[in-house]
């Protein structure tokens, strides 16, 4: 379900409320679509209930249709063999993804390795870096890169630090950085989003969560 807030009968939270009251509908994925400017407040009670919020901007209709698929695209591990390679192998030559280049920055390599495994498989150019100085220096080194993801937690400087260091560059002011936090605790978007990130996903990173905000990113 696709709802907007400013509905004339009754508010938006009101309705999801009743919705999810209902046990036939009670995990029913609600995707807010909203142009009201939220209070911290109202942010925090709407997650509670609803799965994804989306303010109405410039981008919005390429996160509502990423967003969306990805609620949908849940359904394809039940699919047949046959149908769900197929599927596969479509994901897999998604020209948003194809050709384009992610640096990572984490001090884990582990996650290195994973993120790069992953990215990979859909033919995506990878770049890393293992702390916040060398990454700003990959980035110098390699000014075509299309998106960083960024971990939040790293010694010495952090992901915070990195981020608003980059923005201060102005070749870099406009360029996607998606923040990778390792647990979303309060406060922890509007900190990400304050240092430059363009938007932030939780570890472990979920794999269709995250071709999703990489297909919004890069449209």
Not at 77 to 99: F, K, T, Y
Not at 163 to 177: K, S
């Amino acid at each position: 379900m696709v709802l907007d807030l400013g509905l004339p009968d009754m508010t938006g939270l009101e309705l999801m409320s009743q919705i999810k009251q209902n046990a036939n509908l009670a995990h029913l994925p609600i995707i807010i679509y909203t142009g009201k400017e939220l209070t911290l407040q109202e942010e925090t009670d709407l997650r509670r209930i609803s799965d994804t919020i989306i303010v109405k901007d410039v981008r919005s209709p390429e996160r509502l249709l990423g967003e969306t698929a990805l609620f949908l695209h849940r359904v394809q591990a039940n699919l047949p063999d046959p149908q769900r390679r197929m599927l596969e192998q479509l994901q897999h030559s998604d020209p948003i993804l194809v050709g384009k280049k992610v640096l990572i920055v984490d001090d884990d390599v582990r996650n290195i390795f994973a993120l790069t495994s992953m990215l990979e498989r859909y033919q995506m150019q990878i770049v890393y870096a293992e702390n916040g100085r060398d990454g700003i220096r990959q980035l110098q080194e390699h000014p075509d890169i299309h998106l960083v993801l960024m971990d939040v937690m790293m010694p010495e400087m952090d992901g915070y630090e990195t981020m608003q260091a980059i923005r201060q560059i102005e070749q870099f002011q406009t360029l996607p950085m998606i923040a990778l936090t390792a647990k979303a605790m309060r406060g922890d978007r509007e900190k990400c989003i304050e240092a430059g990130a363009s938007d932030y996903i939780t570890k472990p990173v979920d794999v269709e969560q995250l071709l999703s905000l990489l297909r919004v990113w890069l449209y």
